[in-house]
T-cell receptor, first 117, second 113 residues
């Protein structure tokens, strides 16, 4: 059971380049999320999705785009990369139906460390 | 703006001691308060969680204390061990808003042997 898989693990981009961060989950979770983590800042929500074909902005969506064509995949697109997008990006998922104390919790991927130079 | 404030930013305790991390929130609609543990190079992992209808929840050495009127909650790690050294994040969420979680800034815990 792979859980949430993110690729690539590391990437260096030049200013103005574009890339897609891949995220896939095999748990049939309805809800998926993209967060970025900066030192001392916690995790900030970029975009989220409550099901295939449905996406919505989070707290820091500028400079990013997402799509959700399948339940399993939730790619994050960076257009015209900027140094301010240097960060560690985490994808997470959870099931819409929850029972018990831990079913509300997110399952996180291992992250993508992105540097824009 | 929905915020969750976490303190301290860093914490050093001796093995066997008690680690205490505090969080405060603003949005009274939050109905779920989890704590996540993160080791270097890894994604956060759910540690323990509480709902606002209880004031305390204990899971082994980890306890959440929740004060609804003060809009504060805290994580207590009893008998802290070097293996507990990690970054801890509190968070708060609301089921009706797509289960989005708002995270605190994180606390880097170091437990000295």
């Amino acid at each position: 059971n792979a859980g949430v898989t993110q690729t690539p693990k590391f990437r260096i981009l030049k200013i103005g380049q574009s890339m897609t961060l891949q995220c896939t989950q095999d748990m049939n979770h309805n809800y998926m999320y993209w967060y970025r983590q900066d030192p001392g800042m916690g995790l900030k929500l970029i975009y989220y999705s409550v099901g295939a074909g449905i996406t919505d902005k989070g707290e820091v969506p500028n400079g990013y785009n997402v799509s959700r064509s399948t339940t399993e995949d939730f790619p994050l697109r960076l257009e015209l990369a900027a140094p301010s997008q240097t960060s560690v990006y985490f994808c997470a998922s959870r099931n819409r139906q929850y029972r018990g104390p831990f079913n509300y919790g997110y399952t996180f991927g291992s992250g993508t460390r992105l540097t824009v130079v | 703006q929905q915020q969750v404030k976490q303190s301290p930013q860093s914490l050093i305790v001796q093995k066997g001691g008690i680690s205490i991390i505090n969080c405060a929130y603003e949005n009274t609609a939050f109905d779920y308060f989890p704590w996540y543990q993160q080791f270097p190079g890894k994604g956060p992992a759910l540690l323990i969680a509480i709902r606002p209808d209880v004031s305390e929840k204990k899971e082994g050495r980890f306890t959440i204390s929740f004060n609804k009127s003060a809009k504060q909650f805290s994580l207590h790690i009893m008998d802290s061990q070097p293996g507990d050294s990690a970054t801890y994040f509190c968070a708060a969420g609301e089921e009706t808003s797509g289960s989005r979680l708002t995270f605190g800034e994180g606390t880097q815990l170091t437990v000295n042997p």
